[in-house]
């Protein structure tokens, strides 16, 4: 005696069932906010149905789709929290005009496994060199790898920590720069600090000691730290927790600005001096 296997009772296409077990199925997604798996029912439904596609291959498709746009939106929303100042990143980073700079060890550090042991980056250097942009390039990994990440200038949460300390939010402003995964702070010692910068930076990054990760950008060698931050004392307490587990990079280098500077002048110059072709 042979047995035939008998196919889940689907209701066909077009009638008053179908229809409704459509409906209740675009509800179900609906009620547990599954939009982009709602919009996308009816095209993969019929695709479903033109190739003949499995119930489970069919419901991996739909759910896909749903995970890749809560993916993209999560991406979105950490690219925002990041406030990254520039689009670079890793990739478009000139390494022919950085003298001395380690290929893989930027690979590396792009891979972002130094976070998981809460190592810092502190990246020195004269300006243009490209420690901004490394900077922004190596916050815009961790990003995209998952991590929270936020960007700011030296300047900037000096002054910001500055006005909590007026309106009485210093603990909230502390906890802030204590979340992210990864804090990168730039241009360290390109502007005059306050007087409380000094204390501010020094709370950040005790805070952050050992927990999480910062990348500093400087021009200042580690020595002059005490005269930009006003405060040797200070100064030597926060070297010493940012280098306890910490990579250093010394950029050298031409500043990118001028190489551009100086290839548009010579771009210009040839094209005046050109001789001319005589009309035909």
């Known amino acids: 005696m042979t047995t035939t296997s008998i196919p889940d009772a689907v209701p066909a296409p077009n009638t008053a069932e179908a229809a409704s077990l459509y ?84 690979a590396e550090l792009g891979t972002c496994r130094y976070l998981e042991t809460a190592t810092n980056l502190l990246l020195i250097g004269p300006p243009g060199v490209g420690k901004t942009h490394l900077a922004v390039g190596l916050a815009r990994a961790a990003v995209h790898a998952g991590y929270r990440t936020y960007f700011t200038t030296a300047a900037d949460l000096a002054a910001r920590c500055h006005r909590a300390a007026i309106e009485g939010r210093w603990a909230t402003t502390m906890r802030f720069f204590a979340g992210p995964t990864l804090l990168v702070v730039d241009e360290l010692g390109y502007l005059p600090l306050p007087g409380e910068a000094a204390s501010a930076l020094f709370q950040v990054v005790t805070q952050r000691y050992l927990k999480t990760s910062i990348i500093m950008t400087t021009n200042r060698s580690v020595g002059e730290w005490g005269q930009v931050l006003g405060d040797t004392t200070v100064a030597a307490a926060m070297l010493d927790r940012l280098l306890h587990r910490s990579v250093v990079l010394n950029l050298d280098g031409d500043s990118y600005r001028l190489r551009d500077h100086h290839a548009r002048s010579e771009n210009l110059r040839k094209a005046t001096t050109t001789p001319r072709q005589p009309l035909q």
């Open 23 to 106: 409906q209740r199925l675009r509800g179900h997604l609906a009620v547990l906010k599954l939009h982009d798996a709602a919009e996308a029912l009816p095209a993969v439904l019929d695709r479903a149905q033109q190739t003949n596609l499995s119930m489970t291959a069919t419901l991996e498709e739909l759910l896909s789709i749903e995970v890749d746009a809560t993916e993209a939106r999560r991406l979105a929303g950490r690219l925002r929290f990041a406030c990254l100042p520039t689009p670079a990143s890793l990739a478009d980073f000139d390494f022919d005009a950085a003298a001395g700079l380690d290929r893989k060890l930027i």
